[in-house]
């Protein structure tokens, strides 16, 4: 890309990081010290500004790029993350949200230790939302580098290295310093820029076929190559039967996984009351979804308009689809409009990994210090409130590194495949000890502990086993072969694991379940009566 892009974009770029870190200081200066205020912002935020937090930590560059890319190059089957994604809201808002903001305090173990032998079920809970954070996080880590090189010309390896460094020391200030109160401004200024480049990028595809939605599909499918085959089922899922549960199970993580992402269910807490939680579940629905159905739109326009091949040219996984279309859009290479247009669609991509970094190592963090810290040090009467939070600073600056480290790692392996596993570990590993919490009368500490371990064991035991890590050009080890595991994502086995792993945990244990715990937990799920 030419100079003139690489300019303007950094500029853009550097003026987000310059408002955002405004943000951060500003905050710190009026923190109290509190572990509410450090994990929850002292749950001052009304639904709708927690509407657009959610959905500024929920719409990853993964979504802004990969799934548009995805659509330009495969039609119709592209489709899947975008409906998924979506449809995953419907059980966040009807099974989790209200009754998670009722139950718990900051994490997602807090739901399930409400009732059952708190250290072990804080533990297994805690290690299973630090692993989830960490495959989301490298994904993120991985999509800076990568961008460098795909949106601001800087192809040599050391480009992508400070890119990975630089975000990674961005989101340890962001969260070390301003907590949740500072991540969420930053996530609700990204959700308005993500939402505002996205509309002004499909009203520009829409004027282009002059509003024909038709005219713009039937143009897609004749340049795709593929016919109207591009705009039907089984372009990329329609071959054998492994393709086929395939999709299947990358389906069941995707809509099953978001009501198990630690760091969704964390911004639950930001809220006053269960009410606002919900009320915060419809504004996200409303943005989240209006961005979905915009990728549609916009993977659809770039096949149109700048054709599969030539996506497929620059980038062979299709992530520069969008920032393709925006230089077309624009008026062309080497035009003022494209230039600009260009510049913004980098600087919103990555303002969007910022925001979504900042989330998932703020909700890691807490894990560690509010679940496995809390749980292994010895409880002394008297300790201060904010010891916790210190070790919570402490272990997002560990994080950092370690991400920044994974990161580096991984600059040149697909790491794609990290998100749609980061969902299905948590459908197997986080949503069964939720849902049996929640709802189930008998559940036991035994059928807690086992139902965490039993999903997120064998999820990342099939990945390590699954053609992605070996056994295929496009592995991450692709010159050995040890892969026994047929399907790419896990989901379709380990989610019924983690269920049925629950189930038997539960239905063996000597201990009986505690009834009185579970009347106290299920009035305070549904009414609110006693909740923080």
Known sequence: ???????????????????????????????????EEFYA?????????????????????????GISGLIALFGYDGMLYSVGFLVAWLVVLLLVAELVRNCGRFTLADVVAARMAERPVRIAAGASSVTVSLLYLVAQMVGAGSLVALLLGGTGAAARNWAVIGVGALMVIYVSLGGMRATTWIQIVKAVLLMAGSVTLTVLVLV???????????????????????????????????????????????????????????RFYTVPTAAAARRSVVWSIGL?????????VLGFGAAAIIGPQAVRASNAAGNTAVPLLA????????????????????????????????????????????????????????AKPYSEVAVARAAAAGIGVAAIGLGLLARDLNVAFLVGVA?????????????????????TTRGAVWSVYGGLVPAVLLVLLSPVVSGSPEALFPGVDFHVFPLQNPGLVSIPLGFLAGWIGTVTSPEAPDAAKHAETEVRALTGAGAV
């Open 423 to 443: 969902f299905a570990v948590a459908a197997s590993a986080n949503l069964p000890v939720l849902l049996y919490s929640l709802f189930w009368r008998k559940f």
């Open 41 to 65: 912002g002292g749950r001052l935020f009304s639904p709708m500004e927690n509407g657009f937090a959610i959905a500024g930590d929920y719409m990853s560059a993964a979504s802004f790029l």
């Open 1 to 35: 890309m030419s100079g003139e892009h690489q300019t303007l974009a950094l500029i853009l770029f550097s003026a987000f990081v310059a408002v955002t870190l405004a943000i951060t200081t500003w905050v710190s200066r009026h923190r109290h010290g509190s572990a």
């Open 327 to 382: 230089l077309d859009l624009g008026g062309g290479a080497g035009s003022t409009g494209g230039t600009v247009l260009f510049a913004v669609v980098a600087a919103i991509a990555f303002a969007t990994i910022l925001a979504v970094v900042a989330g998932i190592t703020l909700a890691s963090s807490a894990s560690v210090a509010h679940d496995l810290y809390a749980s292994l040090r010895s409880r002394r009467a008297g």
């Open 208 to 266: 282009r076929f002059h509003g024909d939605f038709g005219l713009m599909l039937s143009t897609a499918a004749e340049r795709s190559g593929h016919g109207t085959d591009f705009l039907a089922p089984g372009l990329r899922y329609g071959g054998d039967w492994t393709a086929r549960f395939d999709f299947i199970s990358l389906g069941l993580a995707l809509v099953l996984g978001t009501a198990g992402l630690p760091h969704i269910l964390s």
């Open 288 to 296: 989240i979804g209006g961005f979905y159905l915009m990728t549609i």
